[in-house]
T-cell receptor
Framework: KAGVTQTPRYLIKTRGQQVTLSCSPI?????VSWYQQTPGQGLQFLFE???????NKGNFPGRFSGRQFSNSRSEMNVSTLELGDSALYLC?????????????FGPGTRLTVT | QKEVEQDPGPLSVPEGAIVSLNCTYS??????FMWYRQYSRKGPELLMY????GNKEDGRFTAQVDKSSKYISLFIRDSQPSDSATYLC???????????????FGSGTQLTVLP
């Protein structure tokens, strides 16, 4: 079974630009969560989508947004990029319902903002 | 103060040693506890999952949860150089909270097992 895939793997953007990242979950998984990982703050929850609806949102500004399509693939968008947005962006998928709440992570997209 | 505290290390041990990794948490709403392993430039990989207080064993790995002390541990027996990675504890709230799928992570402990 294929794992979680994320594209692109690496991105370099300039301050003020916007960026869209893509995540394809494991087949059959309908929940997709996004996380930001930085050396200073560690792994922080951005938001979760299930059945094309945002179910939970972390403490991030409105510049961070996302969506989920009917095939469970998800995209996240960051507008007006800031230097502090440089991070590894990870998505995780989960089978719902799943009594163990196991989440499976993709390899991440490394975003560098210059 | 962070909801989940984890000693960042780095931790360096000889091959074959028993490794103990720990996290403390402050929010009693956390009900599900996980340990992830992350190799450099890779996404986190789920190692262990526990729900209730007590021990859970899987091969060389043992996860321990003490809800009364708000303390969780991961033990690695007979550690191998291939265990060298960053270990992250993660927690989520109960189903009734509506955010059971939102993970709160510790900062991670960097482990090196020397041959």
């Amino acid at each position: 079974k294929a794992g979680v895939t994320q594209t692109p793997r690496y991105l370099i953007k300039t301050r003020g630009q916007q960026v869209t990242l893509s995540c394809s979950p494991i087949s059959g998984h309908r929940s997709v969560s996004w996380y930001q990982q930085t050396p200073g703050q560690g792994l922080q929850f951005l938001f979760e989508y299930f059945s094309e609806t945002q179910r939970n949102k972390g403490n991030f500004p409105g510049r961070f947004s996302g969506r989920q399509f009917s095939n469970s693939r998800s995209e996240m968008n960051v507008s007006t990029l800031e230097l502090g947005d440089s991070a590894l962006y990870l998505c995780a998928s989960m089978l719902v319902p799943d009594p163990s709440y196991e989440q499976y992570f993709g390899p991440g997209t490394r975003l560098t903002v210059t | 103060q962070k909801e989940v505290e984890q000693d960042p290390g780095p931790l360096s041990v000889p091959e074959g040693a028993i490794v103990s990794l720990n996290c403390t948490y402050s929010n009693s709403a956390f009900q599900y506890f996980m340990w992830y392993r992350q190799y450099s430039r890779k996404g986190p990989e789920l190692l262990m999952y526990t729900y209730s207080s007590g021990n859970k064993e899987d091969g060389r790995f043992t996860a321990q949860v003490d809800k009364s002390s708000k303390y969780i541990s991961l033990f690695i027996r007979d550690s191998q150089p291939s265990d060298s990675a960053t270990y992250l504890c993660a927690m989520s709230r109960g189903i009734s909270s509506g955010s059971a799928r939102q993970l709160t992570f510790g900062s991670g402990t960097q482990l090196t097992v020397l041959p």
